[in-house]
């Protein structure tokens, strides 16, 4: 079995239902998806000549063309590697020298702005795959992948530096849609929502487990927060899955209070934190005054590790919630023994959910997966009750005069404050002390007076003396991945630039 033979069962058990629609207007049926992917298949091996495991680029935005390719580049045995027209070329170049695809399929007009290797195949101009490809038999190939054959290479948003490519096999996500659909309620007659991007592995699951359902994904290709409401209003959608920080701009959108909302009954979260989880869950779910709040826990390594339902929400929102289904959780010490409850330590999953490796990176490989373990080196604990939180990750610790500083801990307690919109802690050399220190930068909330000294006074309250950034400055805008997650590697420069135009509010 394979993630796309849910679809051929959709195509001829209700052939014209829609199968996606896009925020353009336009949509496809599953018969049409489902033929168009076999001729993309049928191609790719019997014209090109391609062989299965042979890596495949798609470069295609967030569009009906870009699953067209995908579903046939994977019927042909074929890697799914998903790009990202949003890059930048030094992100691209680094991604195709990984992933080293033999060819790539490319909207028309999309490869302008970056040299792309191999053959690059043209999908056509429009929001579907163009009339070259219906040329080609519809019928499946004789003999499709199995479950234990990858089909996607994922590159992390590349939020702490450079991306890697997370290497999936069918079996690891068919086991992950199966635990969804019990956990979240799925069913066919869904009407899903996923504005986030399709080259990213929460956006794409959510699409493609839809899919196999048989039931109806839109998704939009350009995220818009009004039009978000504009959808499902206009769609009666009932499902919306994204990360919290797109939640939160659907919440700045002027309440208009004719809209009906009231067809949403799942809201799914994931992917980072809320800036401020017991007010922005508060009002998300006020807007969506139907509708129940599931918040998972997960990388893209991972796939799922907990999950917080609906009614833990507002008794616990700061917890990533529970083991999911399927899942056994570990905390262990430095010495990879487990702790006891209330402990930090660095947190295991285990589940056959997970990665096959980094492609091509077995070195890397080998720090993330052992023993049927794997961690990504976020820090947590559990409460006495089995409820995990979320500290924060090794690689974003600030050594500060040799004691540990959980840059996320510090961000929590900014963003407590009323006038912090946003907060981004790392670490950065103080040419005086010739020593790394901890510092912010934040974003205002807009209307709200806010004293840098009065900030730093609510930090010293709440943190051990050493946790206190020693430095807090104002900036206007963050610089953000293309996920919607802080780009921190980008900060330090965001810092030194902003740094000189700053007076220290004593």
Same mark, same amino acid.
């Given at each position: 079995m394979n993630i796309s033979d849910g679809l051929?069962?959709?195509?001829?058990?209700? @052939?014209? $239902? &829609? +199968?996606v629609a896009s925020d353009d207007?336009?949509?496809?049926?599953?018969?049409e998806l489902d033929e168009s992917a076999n001729r993309i298949a049928r191609f790719l091996r019997d014209d090109l000549g391609v062989h299965p495991g042979d890596r495949a680029g798609i470069l295609a935005g967030n569009t009906i063309q870009f699953l067209e390719a995908f579903y046939g580049i994977i019927r042909a045995g074929c890697i799914a590697v998903p790009l990202n027209d949003q890059w930048s070329t030094v =992100?691209?170049?680094?991604?195709?020298?990984?992933?080293? @695809? %033999?060819l790539t399929l490319a909207r028309s007009g999309s490869r302008a702005r970056f040299t792309l290797r191999g053959p690059i195949i043209e999908l056509g101009v429009g929001p579907k795959v163009g009339p070259f490809f219906s040329a080609f038999d519809s019928s499946p190939l004789p003999e499709g992948p199995g479950s234990a054959d990858p089909f996607y290479i994922g590159y992390t948003s590349g939020s702490t530096g450079k991306p890697k490519g997370v290497l999936r096999s069918h079996g690891s996500w068919l086991d992950s849609y199966l635990a969804a659909t019990i !956990?979240?309620?799925?069913? *066919?007659?869904?009407?899903l929502l996923v504005p986030g991007a399709l080259c990213y592995s929460l956006s794409l699951f959510a699409v493609t487990h839809a899919l196999f359902l048989g039931s109806t994904p839109y998704i939009m290709s350009r995220f818009d927060p009004r039009k978000v409401l504009d959808i499902v209003e206009r769609e009666r959608v009932t499902t919306i899955c994204m990360v919290p920080s797109l939640y939160e701009a659907v919440l700045e959108v002027k309440p208009d209070s004719g809209r009906d909302l009231s067809s949403v009954r799942t809201l799914i979260c994931a992917g980072s934190t809320w800036a401020r989880p017991e007010e922005g869950k508060e009002r998300v779910l006020k807007l969506f005054r139907s509708a129940g709040l599931y918040e998972y826990y997960g990388a893209a390594e991972t796939s799922f590790v907990s999950v917080s339902p609906p009614e833990d929400q507002v008794r616990r929102p700061r917890s990533a919630g529970r083991p999911f289904l399927g899942v056994r959780i570990e905390i262990r010490d430095e010495d990879g023994r487990p702790v006891e409850a209330g402990k930090i330590g660095t947190l295991? +999953? *285990?589940?056959?959910?997970?990665? !096959?490796?980094?492609? #091509?990176?077995? =070195?890397? %490989? /080998? $720090?993330?997966?052992? #023993?049927?373990?794997?961690? &990504?080196?976020?820090? +947590?604990? /559990?409460?006495?009750d089995g409820y995990l939180y979320i500290v924060g990750r090794k690689d974003n610790m600030v050594i500060f005069r040799g004691m540990n500083v959980s840059v996320e801990e510090v961000e929590e307690v900014l963003n407590d404050h009323p006038g912090v919109a946003m907060s981004a802690v790392f670490g950065a050399e103080d040419p005086r002390r010739g020593e790394v220190v901890p510092v912010a930068l934040i974003k205002k909330r807009d209307g709200t007076e806010l004293s840098l000294r009065e900030l730093r006074a609510h930090c010293a309250a709440r943190l051990d003396r050493h946790k &206190? @950034?020693?430095?807090?400055?104002? &900036?206007?805008?963050? @610089?953000?991945?293309s996920s919607g997650k802080i780009s921190r590697s980008e900060l330090p420069e965001l810092f030194a630039r902003t740094l000189p135009l700053t007076v220290r509010d004593s």
């Open positions: 051929a069962r959709a195509r001829f058990g209700f @052939p014209a $239902k &829609v +199968a207007g336009t949509h496809i049926t599953y018969r =992100e691209l170049e680094s991604c195709l020298a990984d992933s080293r @695809p %033999t !956990e979240f309620g799925s069913g *066919r007659e869904d009407r295991y +999953a *285990r589940s056959s959910y997970g990665f !096959e490796g980094y492609y #091509d990176d077995s =070195e890397r %490989t /080998a $720090k993330v997966i052992g #023993d049927g373990w794997m961690t &990504v080196g976020d820090l +947590a604990y /559990a409460d006495e &206190v @950034p020693r430095r807090i400055l104002v &900036v206007d805008i963050f @610089p953000l991945t």
